[in-house]
């Protein structure tokens, strides 16, 4: 992907340290950067998924969404598609708000002391620790599957640019939805994600279930899929399915496959399926979030149980990211391979399924990996 002229490129990273709502994303396979943006003043906030019916915008769902950690939907003011587009965009919106003053791209200085993060062997066994909590009521079996997740922390360079980091996103991972977001409620986040959770446009939708993870073996795609990981994708499979057939016709699948994700592979099956109407968007991403992709089964208790285990607060990390347009086209994801920018500070997090016979070394390993996705782009 090409990169906009340098007094853009700072514009954009100045906007992610001075409140600016906007979200810079790419889809899958295309080289096209889009631009949305509000002209001024908050997002507009959503306690619950619902609410987005007939609504339009970029949407940035948290994992939990509370009154007091709704949805953030940024009112698309301005689209524009390509560096071309949105550099005449930014140059509109810069005269029409001549009291901005773009910040210099270097952090802050009293941003930039080295934060205290854990060791890495600290932060396994603090892993492990939770892992334990989890195994066990899956093997009394009340629950069938849990996704156990976790974060880190990774100290950003002085000079560091969002901007450079999610055009180093776009060259590393074509597979992927890349974003960069901010408004002031909920932070900076970059992200790279592999998983739909509800595209299409009139009467033609689709989603994923996603699970199963097995790294690259360099260039080659393993294909071999253990019982384990098969299961835990046919939970994903099957609770889609449901979920779908409760608002659409007309469905058909195809899958599960072997699909690949930067250096990792998932199994997917497609779900492509018939609404009658785009009137309810909302009421299907209420009943379809969060998916045992990254929550578990049985889906209340599983939530509840994360809420109450997970030591670290999931934010804006499995929630739902991505454009709702009832009117036009959306393509919603599931904000994965992601991180939020907090001053000279990226949190990563990732997360896998757990099933009774997993293992807390091997499942550690898997968020490894799956944070790899976004610390191979920090460190190039
Ligand atoms: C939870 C994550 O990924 C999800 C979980 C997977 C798994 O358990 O194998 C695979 C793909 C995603 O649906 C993540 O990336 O953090």
């Known amino acids: 992907m090409k990169t906009p002229e340098t007094t853009y490129h700072h514009l954009i990273d100045s906007f ?28 507009t906030f959503l306690s619950n998924l619902e609410a987005l019916n007939q609504k339009k915008g970029f949407l940035l769902a948290p994992f939990q969404l509370t009154e007091a950690r709704p949805a953030a939907l940024i009112q698309p003011d301005i689209v524009a598609h390509d560096w071309e587009n949105i550099e005449q965009a930014l140059q509109k919106w810069s005269n029409r708000h001549k009291e901005y003053t773009v910040e210099s791209s270097a952090l802050p200085p009293e941003n930039t002391a080295s934060v205290t993060q854990p060791s890495e062997k600290e932060e396994k066994e603090r892993y492990t620790e939770t892992f334990s909590r989890f195994i066990l009521p899956l093997k009394e079996k009340q629950f069938r599957k849990l996704v156990l997740s976790r974060s880190t922390t990774h100290a950003l360079p002085p000079q560091f640019s969002p901007l450079a980091t999610f055009i180093q996103a776009c060259n590393s991972y074509p597979r992927m939805m890349i974003s ?46 253990s019982k384990k990981n098969q299961e835990e994708q046919a939970f994903v499979g099957e609770y889609i399915r449901k979920t779908v057939k409760k608002f659409g016709t007309k ?24 609404l009658k109407d785009t009137d309810h968007l909302g009421h299907i991403l209420q009943e379809l979030h969060p998916t045992p992709a990254v929550c578990g089964l049985p889906k209340e208790e599983a939530y509840r149980f994360i809420l109450q285990t997970e030591p670290h607060d999931r934010l804006f990390y499995s929630g739902i990211i991505g454009w709702i347009d009832p009117e036009g086209d959306t393509t919603l994801y599931v904000n994965l391979r992601c991180m939020h920018l907090e001053g000279n500070t990226a949190t990563l997090y990732a997360g896998g399924g757990i099933l009774p016979d997993s293992t807390a070394d091997s499942e550690w390993e898997e968020t490894q990996q799956k944070m790899n996705t976004m610390r191979n782009i920090l460190s190039t």
């Open 251 to 274: 469905l058909t699948e195809k899958g599960p496959y072997t699909a690949r994700a930067g250096q990792l592979v998932h199994l997917k099956t497609d779900f492509h399926f018939c």
């Open 16 to 43: 992610t340290r001075q409140g600016v709502c906007f979200a810079l994303y790419r889809l899958p396979w295309t080289d096209e950067p889009i631009l949305v943006m509000q002209e001024e003043g908050e997002p």
């Open 180 to 225: 960069l977001c901010h408004t002031p409620s909920t932070g900076t986040w970059i992200g790279s994600t592999p998983e739909i959770i509800l595209s299409g446009h009139e009467k033609e939708w689709h989603t994923v279930a996603l699970a199963g993870t097995m790294p690259m073996q360099g260039e080659t795609m393993p294909t071999e899929w």
